[in-house]
């Protein structure tokens, strides 16, 4: 059996967000084995999976990513949609 869920997030600001209890407060009864698919539609957002059991971890993807991908590099072209749109990602530690 298929089952399509559409869940609307809030506007989270740059960073790394836990958004474990949006998404589990938002699934219907689900079997006890079965896969779950999760699809952000935004351009510049992605997703992380970790066991969330160090919360510092994202403190240092943030960082990291920081370094990789710094605000305003004047190297970006993609700047249609702001000045921030290349690094303003929204990232998630899920544990589901």
Do not use: W
Not at 10 to 27: A, D, F
Not at 49 to 70: H, L, Q, Y
């Amino acid at each position: 059996m298929i089952q399509q869920n559409e869940i609307i997030l809030s506007g989270y600001k740059r960073g790394y967000h836990l958004i474990t209890s949006v998404i589990e407060n938002n699934l219907p009864k689900l079997p006890e084995k079965g896969l779950l698919h999760i699809l952000v539609k935004h351009t510049s957002a992605g997703i992380t999976i970790n066991e969330n059991a160090d919360s510092t971890v994202r403190g240092d993807f943030e960082r990291f990513i920081n370094k990789m991908i710094p605000e305003n590099d004047p190297s970006y072209v993609h700047t249609y949609e702001g000045a921030d749109d290349i690094t303003y990602t929204l990232y998630f530690n899920t544990c589901i």
